[in-house]
């Protein structure tokens, strides 16, 4: 028996969690001991002991108001959007905005035992919803020519799995470098009339995450958040995997938050209807929060404004824009962010080591929201967005209400088809279009690259083609080593590129209309000068090695 370990258990009431060592072989005893060890017990018990806060839902209500924010038109803030494009624009260029993916669930709700990130989500391609969010970032940097970096966040459920995913598709296509896949921390589940922790088997915890606002400790934890500091990187924007048209990295909204001079700014869009199942962005005591569907009290949600409209009108939509010295912040002051305490049937072991599924709500789960940073945010700010362009969430299985995977897909589509129509094309009823990111990422790209007349009668997938490509460079090497180098370097300037042939790195840098120019073949030794030609268009020193 490990008395240190027994020791310390006694002091806090669990020392029942080694009652069954004797019947355990050593693989499982050191697995035990490691999940015992994580577990700050004396956080544990402060959140045991502390009662549950009575909160007078009514009176928040009351002094609920609409928050500060900026609407679709632009309308509500002193700036243009126009001049939030800029802004975020530069941020963006100068490399200066990172990317948080949280992907933590699993698609069991959809009937799919996996992460729910590698759900098949395109409408006509089926790609991933991992796919999907790699692919417009990819996209974002080629706009951009900067190499943004990408931190997923796992839980200990789909680790391993997500792992493997990126490692057999070559990360989507993102650079090493770039992708960083972290795991967010657990917390024990403790029995709801006495505390204790439960017991999962005999050499394991009843563990579970710690919600999405473990975020910020596990970004801390995993050394991401300090890589992203030590990257220049002053704005981490944050979605989650499960809403494929989140674009967290769109340049009104980066820059919205940069004008606002905000710690944090979260995206919302116009609830549609009074009860709709999510949060509530709301203004209370002059401080910016969420309040859950389920704590606004019927009246309040229906409050109007003279001309009729929600007055609490703002629906959380889980897309944020962190500074990330305000995430630094909090990281150090880890106490700040609470738990909050939820009441769950949670299948364990008896004293006996019968195995328990109980019938009601037997434990108690702490996990924290990553919303509730809002109130500690300085200048906490609110962009609306158009629902029909940025939120499309895959959570239930088709043939519920709302939110399946049909109705995302169709959402996609529409928006798509939006953009193709009002380019001039012709878009048959019924027929399902998709368009990848390369290819076009708006409105304007789109009908740069439609041509007068187009057609389409069926379903149809509009990506990038090899002819598509406006330059490459190929930098000749002496040895595949000095290709690699090569590769790395323009790597880190953020110019897509990968190595082909004996030796040589291959550059290839942007879309474009194939009708509107010729693609530019350039060789050089020199990665620099490489990188220089690339961003000039100077078709200077050609010098084509075999390849």
Sequence with gaps: MNTSLQSKLASFGQEHLLQFWDHIDSTQRQQLTEQIEQIDFA??????????????????????????????????????????????????????????????????????????????IGPVSQRTLFQMH??????????????????????????????????????????????????????????????RVLLQSKHELALSPDGHGGTVSALA????????????????????????????????????????????TTQVVRKRDPLERVGN??????????????????????????????????GNIAIHVFKTSFLK????????????????????????????????????KFERFIFDLLPMAKNAFVVEGVAAEIFAPVKNADGAPSDTPAASRQAISDLHRGWLTAAGANVAAGAMVEIHPGWAQDAQETADRVEPGLSVTEDRYFEPQPGDLVQVVIAR????????????????AGIQSFTQGANASVMLSGVGNPSKGIPVLVANRDADRAREILESGDEAERDPPAV
């Design 43 to 120: 956080r544990l018990q402060r959140l045991i002991d502390a009662a549950d806060a009575e909160v007078d839902l009514e009176a928040i209500a009351s002094r609920a108001e609409p928050p500060r924010a900026v609407r679709a038109d632009g309308s509500g803030a002193a700036w243009s959007i126009d001049q939030a494009v800029e802004a975020g624009s530069e941020a963006l260029a100068a490399g200066k905005v990172g990317m948080i993916l949280v992907a933590g669930g699993q698609g069991s709700r959809l009937g799919f035992e996996k992460p729910k990130g590698l759900f098949p």
């Design 134 to 195: 790699a692919d417009l970032l990819a996209a974002i940097c080629e706009r951009y020519q900067v190499m943004i970096p990408l931190y997923v966040m796992t839980s200990p459920a789909t680790h391993a799995e997500t792992i493997e995913y990126f490692a057999e598709t070559d990360n989507l296509g993102l650079h090493d470098d770039q992708l960083h896949v972290f795991c967010q921390g657990t917390m024990p589940a403790v029995d709801r009339a006495t505390g």
């Design 221 to 264: 934890a995993s050394g991401c958040l300090k890589d992203a500091i030590s990257r220049g990187i002053e704005h981490l924007a944050y979605a989650q995997v499960d809403n494929p048209l989140a674009n967290p990295c769109d340049a009104a909204l980066i820059g919205h938050h940069i004008l606002a001079d905000s710690d944090m």
């Design 281 to 314: 962005v709301v203004l209370v005591d002059g401080k910016v929060q969420i309040i859950e569907y389920i704590h606004l009290p019927e009246a309040a949600a229906r409050q109007t404004e003279a001309d009729g409209s929600l007055r609490l009108w703002a």
């Design 329 to 364: 912040m909090a990281t150090d002051h880890d106490d700040k962010l609470a738990f909050n305490r939820a009441y769950k049937k949670v299948p364990h072991l008896d004293g006996s080591g019968n195995a328990v599924s109980p019938a009601d709500p037997n434990a108690i």
């Design 477 to 492: 090497a002496d040895s595949a080593t000095e290709a690699s180098i090569i590769q790395a370097q323009l790597g880190g």
